[in-house]
Antibody
């Protein structure tokens, strides 16, 4: 059974750096085709894709947030850490981490978020 | 960046109705399109991946189709538990992106 859980501060001040940890079980981030991503959702708004780290340590970032984001993995501890610098009130959101499944089919490569954590609400306020 | 546009943004329907939600990509994404369902206060759940593949455990009343830029999610006969918000996600580029969501409400 795959589970993921986000942890980190619930309140950060503007300009501070947010550090969130995703602790998971039921899979290994050293298995081919596997990744862990971060997605956020401001209250009442849509999902926003943030970042992704793959089993081979390849990393991807949202172009609009790339300068502020960093994603790292610790395969031995089964965790992924997301840092976001220079936090602003508009960054107030529920932050989700999710397990990514990737696979080849008919010469194409597909991937999707197969399992999700429950999310953690982060409020940015002074 | 690839922009994903869903229509409609909201939809009212009755139990038993057939419902179709559309997702359009700003450029071709082949079949790299996923659909998620999100209920209030919960994490999203994948329904369809690679445009038309049904995730294990998802009821067969859900189906997906399309390729290139235009995709649809169809619910053949709405059930009470299907009232939720639905999102598409493109996986074609190195950074994915979601649509703005379609809220499905009870008529």
């Amino acid at each position: 059974q795959i589970t993921l859980k986000e942890s980190g501060p619930t309140l950060v001040k503007p300009t501070q750096t947010l550090t969130l940890t995703c602790t998971f079980s039921g899979f290994s981030l050293s298995t081919g085709g596997v990744g862990v991503g971060w997605i956020r959702q401001p209250p009442g708004k849509a999902l926003e894709w943030l970042a992704l780290v793959y089993w081979d340590d390849d990393k991807r970032y949202s172009p609009s947030l790339k300068s502020r984001l960093s994603i790292t993995k610790d395969t031995s501890k089964n965790l992924v850490v997301l840092t976001m610098t220079n936090m602003d009130p508009v960054d107030t959101a529920t932050y989700f981490c999710a397990h990514l499944r990737g696979f080849d089919s008919s010469a194409y490569y597909f991937e999707y978020f197969q399992h999700w954590g429950q999310g953690t609400l982060v409020t940015v306020s002074s | 960046d690839i922009q994903m546009t869903q229509s409609p943004s909201s939809l009212s329907a009755s139990v038993g109705d057939r419902v179709t939600i559309t997702c359009r990509a700003s450029q071709s994404i082949s079949s790299c399109l996923n659909w998620y369902q999100q209920k209030s206060g919960k994490a999203p759940k994948v329904l369809i991946y690679a445009a038309s593949s049904l995730e294990s455990g998802v009821p067969s009343r859900f189906s997906g189709s399309g390729s290139g830029t235009d995709f649809t999610l169809t619910i053949s006969s709405l059930q009470p538990e299907d009232f939720a918000t639905y999102y598409c996600e493109q996986c074609y580029t190195t950074s994915h992106s979601f649509g703005q969501g379609t809220k499905l409400e009870i008529k």
